[in-house]
């Protein structure tokens, strides 16, 4: 087995057979706050986060890796001479990348990188199979490091939100916006880019539309692609088979987000979580 460990966050929902059968992969948590009760991202699913709520009457928050989580992670690696590559969730929808980056710089750790993915779930899940592999080929943590961070660069997500409570609790869009969103059932498109930041796609008044519209983003065969859903499994099925008819040489995954995710966009999400070659 090689010398190098991997680092991820919680959010891309690795599979404890997987951890298990490879001990040089370590998790570092997100946690999810109903006031002063804390629950790791790890011990959660998507739906527990709106029971809780629905239980606690309150709206959850979200919370980063500490800098005490990383270096309960990394110490032990760095005073072994370990070579360490961490994959985060994407910097733009969280302060993981930010965090972690800190912790290696303030330790002065010279062979321990940090990766942004661009993405979210399986996403880095799948840069996380890459980098296996070039390990197992022989590729030094630095090759990997650098390889990944190309394919960050083609990460693309786009999604659909059934309502814009979430986002407005989470404070990403104004109480007005909310309203006028939910009197005209206007389905928001949004999308994460290769900058790392959420931004609109576009506004369409049907769930119909917002998924073509969500596709015709996919101009060519993709290098990876998944669906990604909370509470939409019937319709993601529909797209993941629909993408499958169109790009018959990819396969196309499907998945469900986590809770730290949940928290923020609420139920009814459905996603495309893709890598242009």
């Not at 706050?33 to 979200?62: I, N, S, W």
């Not at 800098?67 to 360490?84: N, Q």
């Amino acid at each position: 087995m090689s010398d190098i460990h991997f680092v991820v966050d919680s959010t891309c929902n690795v599979l404890p057979e997987f951890l298990a059968a490879h001990p040089n992969i370590h998790v570092v948590p997100l946690k999810v706050l109903f006031g002063e009760q804390e629950y790791r991202e790890d011990c959660l699913m998507a739906a527990d986060v709106f029971q809780l709520a629905a239980k606690l009457q309150k709206h959850p928050m979200t919370s980063q890796p500490s800098h005490g989580d990383f270096i309960k992670v990394l110490e032990p690696l760095a005073r072994e001479g370990k070579p360490v590559v961490v994959i985060t969730l994407a910097a733009g929808l969280s302060g993981t990348w930010q965090g972690a980056s800190a912790v290696v710089r303030e330790q002065g750790w010279e062979n321990i990188y940090v990766v942004n993915s661009c993405s979210v779930g399986s996403g880095i899940l799948s840069m996380l199979h890459k980098a296996l592999e070039m390990s197992h080929d022989g590729a030094e943590a630095v090759a990997i490091a650098g390889e990944l961070n190309r394919m960050a660069r083609k990460n693309r997500v786009v999604f659909m939100v059934d309502s814009l409570g979430f986002l407005h609790k989470g404070g990403r869009i104004g109480g007005a916006a909310a309203l006028f969103g939910s009197i005209l059932q206007i389905k928001p498109l949004l999308y994460l880019g290769a900058d790392s930041q959420v931004g609109v796609l576009d506004k369409v008044r049907t769930q119909s539309k917002a998924i073509a519209r969500m596709m015709e983003e996919i101009e060519q065969p993709p290098a990876y692609i998944s669906v990604a859903n909370i509470g939409m499994e019937e319709a993601a099925e529909e797209v993941r088979l629909a993408l499958a008819r169109r790009f018959p040489d990819v396969p196309v995954l499907a998945e469900q987000l986590g809770a730290v995710l949940a928290v923020h966009v609420g139920p009814g999400v459905l996603g495309i979580i893709y890598r242009e070659k």
